[in-house]
Nanobody
Framework: QVHLVESGGGLVQPGGSLRLSCAAS????????MGWYRQAPGQERELVAR?????NTYYGNVMMGRFTISRDDTNITMYLSRLKPEDTAVYYC???????????WGQGTQVTVSS
């Protein structure tokens, strides 16, 4: 079993910054990706950013240049900067294993960008 524990999030004004963290524990396959997805009310869940165990990163288009993801073993951190109201969503930590192909999810953390 794999457990993901998220921290961070909250209320921030437009243009502000936040940090999200996620720690994975349990029986984790070595070939995996960790990252963040987000889901706004009435919208589908979308990929925000992913990082491989070696530190290679991938970002969704709208996040490029504003969000930065990093990884240390099975812990990931994402810095969100220049936040916009449209960044308001529940952010979910994800661990995806390649062999077998499985997805694990955190409980989600709310990020609200509002003045």
């Amino acid at each position: 079993q794999v457990h993901l524990v998220e921290s961070g999030g909250g209320l921030v004004q437009p243009g502000g910054s936040l940090r999200l963290s996620c720690a994975a524990s349990g029986s984790i396959a070595r070939s995996n990706l960790m990252g963040w997805y987000r889901q706004a009310p009435g919208q589908e869940r979308e990929l925000v950013a992913r990082v491989t165990p070696s530190g290679n990163t991938y970002y969704g288009n709208v996040m490029m240049g504003r969000f930065t993801i990093s990884r240390d073993d099975t812990n990931i951190t994402m810095y969100l900067s220049r936040l916009k109201p449209e960044d308001t969503a529940v952010y979910y930590c994800n661990l995806h294993t390649l062999y077998p192909s499985l997805d694990y999810w955190g409980q989600g953390t709310q990020v609200t960008v509002s003045s």
